[in-house]
Nanobody, 118 residues
Framework: QVQLVESGGGLVQAGGSLRLSCAASGFAFSINAMGWYRQAPGKQRELVAGITVGGSTNYANSVKGRFTISRDNVKNTVYLQMNSLQPEDTAVYSC????????????WGQGTLVTVSP
């Protein structure tokens, strides 16, 4: 049974930082690309950052230079370090494995809420 458990969200002032974690189980984590996604109120879910099996990363333009994705294949965990947070980063953040075309592979976990105050 696949489980994706996100944590680390919270309330932070603009300019602050948070580190999100996503603990994965039930599938071969080390051979899957992983991504962080976010969904703001009234908006569609979007890919924020992705990391391949080999460690290559890509980011949405809106977060480049501020967010860093990383993974620990021993702990089956993917991280998102978020710096210089802005109110527009407010959203529920979730992780998932993805295949070609960033097609997500599993059901979504509960996500973790990030709220950035002005």
């Amino acid at each position: 049974q696949v489980q994706l458990v996100e944590s680390g969200g919270g309330l932070v002032q603009a300019g602050g930082s948070l580190r999100l974690s996503c603990a994965a189980s039930g599938f071969a984590f080390s051979i899957n690309a992983m991504g962080w996604y976010r969904q703001a109120p009234g908006k569609q879910r979007e890919l924020v950052a992705g990391i391949t099996v080999g460690g290559s990363t890509n980011y949405a333009n809106s977060v480049k230079g501020r967010f860093t994705i990383s993974r620990d294949n021993v702990k089956n965990t993917v991280y998102l370090q978020m710096n210089s947070l802005q109110p527009e980063d407010t959203a529920v953040y979730s992780c998932n494995a993805f295949a070609l075309g960033y097609r997500t592979l599993f059901a979504w976990g509960q996500g973790t809420l990030v709220t950035v105050s002005p």
